[in-house]
């Protein structure tokens, strides 16, 4: 079933979903379709609503208005979660545990085999999804003692041996190394290219602009969604932060 997505399903279709955790409005009005095949980096500074716009499109919050599906299902009844592989800011917790990169991926394929036992064709497909990240040489490490580069690659590995056809990764490059972020976005787009959805939040507009295809801009509401030249052509950063130094000066 990989990648087999019907192309004319959205894969993500947030239709004016309005959102706050209290009273005050965080996510108002948002509209935004994504399809299969698509590369969309959502950017925005700090508190913009973008991680909450994630969890709404991936069903872990509810919309006090408008509706959320995911995969052509209401996003909060979706049950297939091995389509989606999530990369986290700073992959933290999980990683804390004493495994090895190999069992990290090896999780991937939990969704699709019975009682946690791996056939040799799953193997394979572990082994294929440490290759395709580069990540092979590294598949007894501990988990702990990578590089955070080298984590976030096992983690779309993991994704990729649970055949996810959706990535949604959040601010992914953050405490990644210089050298490593560049390698890391063009792992992602060829991944793109392979046909696999992506959704990226991103604080570093550089590799956006670089590298997706489309860029929502969102403080609240959308204040773009649109081509990554379009975007730079236009004055949607000035509009939506007030002065376009904000995002930019915004890295934590
Ligand atoms: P971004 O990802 O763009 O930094 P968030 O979606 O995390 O923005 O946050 C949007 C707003 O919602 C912020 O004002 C933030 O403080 C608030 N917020 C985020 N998560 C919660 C939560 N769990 N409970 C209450 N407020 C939250």
Redesign the pocket.
């Known amino acids: 079933q990989t990648n087999s997505a019907d192309p004319s399903t959205p894969v993500i279709e947030l239709s004016e979903v309005d959102f706050g955790?209290?009273s005050t409005p965080?996510v108002e009005d948002v509209s935004l379709r994504v399809d299969p095949g698509e590369y969309v980096a959502v950017v925005?500074?700090?508190?913009?609503?973008?991680?909450?716009?994630m969890r709404l499109a991936l069903g872990l919050l509810r919309p006090d208005r408008g509706t959320a599906r995911l995969f052509d299902q209401p996003a909060h009844r979706f049950d297939d979660g091995a389509r989606v592989g999530y990369v986290a800011q700073r992959a933290s917790a999980s990683t804390e545990m004493p495994i090895t990169v190999r069992e990290v991926v090896k999780m991937g394929r939990f969704p699709h085999v019975r009682f946690g036992r791996l056939d040799e064709a799953d193997w394979a497909i572990v082994d294929r999804a440490l290759e395709t990240v580069g990540m092979h040489a590294f598949a007894g490490r501990r988990i702990t003692n990578l590089s955070g580069g080298q984590r976030q690659r096992a983690f779309i590995a993991r994704a990729l041996a649970g055949e996810a056809d959706l990535l949604v990764l959040d601010e992914p490059t953050v405490g990644v190394d210089a050298e490593s972020v560049e390698a890391f976005y063009e792992l992602l787009e060829s991944l793109n290219d392979s046909g696999i959805t992506v959704l990226l939040?991103e604080h570093d507009l550089g590799a956006v602009t670089a590298h997706a295809d489309r860029i929502v801009c969102?403080n609240r509401e959308v204040y773009f969604d649109g081509t990554a030249d379009a975007f730079v052509e236009s004055d949607a950063l000035g509009r939506a932060f007030g002065a376009a130094a904000a995002i930019v000066g915004d890295r934590r």
Request: no cysteine; hydrophobic share 25%.
């Open positions: 955790y209290t965080v925005g500074p700090n508190g913009s609503g973008k991680s909450t716009l939040i969102l």
